[in-house]
């Protein structure tokens, strides 16, 4: 199943795209999509039911996939390809580091460059969507905590992440920063997490062209992981990291302004286009 969320920020509606491209309106049946609505359970109840029985939803806003996310986690350097361009050597193990769950926004909804920025780059990633609480899960159970997968836009400003000190954290997580969806893929429709293209433009020009092949730590591995330090809970996203081609690896360095459109997409999970904007 594809899920979604329609509507005006805040105002959003579940729903579900069908095979004919056609989204139906899921609020009768779930308070929205996320909590218990994408448990096991609760995907089972909407796969349960015929999509051609609930009412079509206009075409609108398209909103966060997932609702009350809890924890947004990113997992750095993560690809094997990324790490050699800008000159990082892969990690013994995963580099953990939170986005701020304020940063979310919809697939196409402007993304805006923070005051002071000078080096605002762009990552297309794989987003994990967890189902049921995960705590001490074994890599071989682990894809069990997982409700479903989407294109996730890591969006970060280089000089705040790595120029001032401290940790990743504040160069990643500025209003705006987390766009995710269109859809929350559920994983029985992704035969591998780990064989999915991906790639990313700006103002038409293609800047990465990678696959979830070349991640150092694949998903299982990472739910696995991070469950042994923390509880993973029905709504926490895992960004999962970016191929090569950001800004920061460009000579010379690339980086974006104000009036610049980014679109990305990956395989089967649909595809994100936002314009950034100066913050006011």
């Known amino acids: 199943m594809k899920l979604l969320r329609v509507g005006q920020a805040g105002k959003e509606k579940p729903a579900l795209l069908d095979s004919d491209g056609k989204i139906r309106d ?4 779930v308070a929205d999509i996320g909590g218990e609505a994408i448990s096991p359970a609760g995907l089972a109840k909407i796969a349960a039911l015929d999509p051609k029985s609930l009412p079509e939803l206009a075409e609108g806003r398209i909103g966060a996939c997932v609702a009350g996310t809890g924890k947004f ?8 390809d990324h790490a050699a361009e800008t000159g990082a050597t892969v990690p013994p ?17 402007n993304v805006l460059i923070p005051r002071g920025s000078e080096k605002t780059d762009w990552e297309v990633e794989l987003g994990v969507v967890i ?7 074994s890599e071989a159970d682990a894809l069990d905590y997982v409700a479903g997968y989407c294109v996730s836009h890591d969006v970060s400003e280089r000089a705040f992440q790595t120029e001032r000190s401290g940790q990743w954290t504040k160069g990643k997580s500025c209003d705006t920063f987390g766009p ?11 035969a591998d997490p780990q064989n999915l ?8 020009k293609t800047m990465q062209n990678g696959s979830t092949k070349t991640m150092v730590y694949g998903v ?4 696995s992981y991070l469950s042994q330090f923390m509880s993973l809970h029905p709504g926490d996203v895992i960004s999962t990291g970016t191929p090569p081609g950001v800004g920061m690896g460009m000579k010379p360095p690339q980086y974006l302004k104000p009036g610049d459109v980014v679109e990305l ?8 286009r936002q314009t950034f904007l100066a913050d006011a």
């Open 197 to 204: 293209g991906m790639w990313l433009k700006v103002n038409g």
């Open 265 to 272: 997409g990956m395989e089967g999970l649909g595809t994100q």
């Open 93 to 109: 193990e995963p580099i953990i580091f939170m986005k701020a769950s304020s940063a979310i926004v919809g697939p196409n909804d």
């Open 131 to 137: 189902g049921k609480k995960a705590k001490y899960v």
């Open 180 to 190: 995710i969806g269109p859809w929350l893929v559920t994983k029985d429709e992704v």
């Open 26 to 29: 899921l609020s009768a049946h």
């Open 220 to 223: 299982a591995y990472l739910v």
């Open 73 to 80: 986690i990113c997992i750095g350097l993560n690809f094997s």
